[in-house]
């Protein structure tokens, strides 16, 4: 069975006081059964990560696809993983459009990350000019085959899917919950034809506007198995009933 995930990101966003106040708020999570993940701004890791809570983790929204060099202002996967991070974000809709980042180079990042024990969370999604094009599937195949090809048996346990549909994100727009399953049971069925993926364990999120409000309707698909969160992740009542409500 596929275990629940709830991941905050929360771009960057949050001072210090804020972050503060979010953990006065979240509380405790003994009482939830999903896992809580939050990635911060870079500079904030080490706070995070002295936060011991049952069920939370601690990542990064981005990383480099190298492990040192002259490599100025970015994020290396090894020091993540020195840092104690546990996962990483790769391919985030903003990534790609903003920093035009390509599927070469994700799946350069991807491999790295993976090669120093981090989770790798790899976005994938389309525009709403895609959407109404009927290119839905066409985009996304080529984001799965080019973002994840290459990956060993052994790295494969460690990637973790997100569908952020674009034309969803930070909108207040969202997918149906029926739109999103039918989009992430082509997502699994796709997954079937990348060697050595078994998509039947393979964790997929969904990301767009997601609420406490509309996460319970989302998660009651067979092949949404969590969510990717902007603005809802940024308070610790509000990420607290998100994970309360993802059952």
């Known amino acids: 069975m596929r275990k629940t995930h709830i ?13 503060e106040t979010f953990f006065n708020e979240l509380g405790e999570l003994s009482d939830i059964n999903c896992a809580a993940w939050i990635a911060p701004q870079g500079m904030h890791l080490p706070i995070l990560l ?21 490599f ?34 994700l799946n350069k990042k991807l491999h790295k990350a993976l090669e120093n024990q981090l989770v790798a969370i790899f976005c994938v999604g389309e525009t709403l000019e895609e959407r109404e094009a009927g290119s839905v599937e066409a985009v996304l195949k080529v984001q799965l085959t080019e973002g994840l090809k290459g990956l060993t048996d052994s790295h494969i346990g460690k990637v973790i ?3 952020e549909p674009v034309w969803a994100i930070g909108t207040g727009k969202v997918a149906t919950p029926e739109q999103a399953q039918e ?19 393979t964790p997929i999120l969904y990301g767009g506007s997601v609420k ?30 998100l994970c309360q409500n993802s059952k």
């Open 50 to 70: 002295e936060k011991k809570l049952e069920g939370f983790a601690v990542g990064a929204q981005n990383c480099c696809e190298q492990d040192s060099g002259a």
């Open 72 to 105: 100025t202002g970015e994020l290396s996967p090894k020091s993540l993983k020195d840092l104690g991070a546990h996962f990483v974000i790769l391919g985030h809709s903003e990534r790609r459009a903003i920093y035009k980042e390509q599927n070469a180079l």
């Open 183 to 201: 989009v992430h049971a082509y997502i699994r069925k796709e997954l079937a034809n990348i060697s050595g993926f078994k998509p039947e364990s």
């Open 212 to 241: 406490p409000a509309n996460v319970e309707g989302l998660l009651t698909n067979e092949d949404i198995d969590g969510a990717l969160v902007g603005g809802a992740s940024l308070t610790g009542t509000s990420f607290k009933e």
């Open 161 to 163: 899917i997100a569908y």
């Open 7 to 19: 991941v905050g990101n929360w771009k960057m966003n949050q001072s210090l006081a804020e972050i």
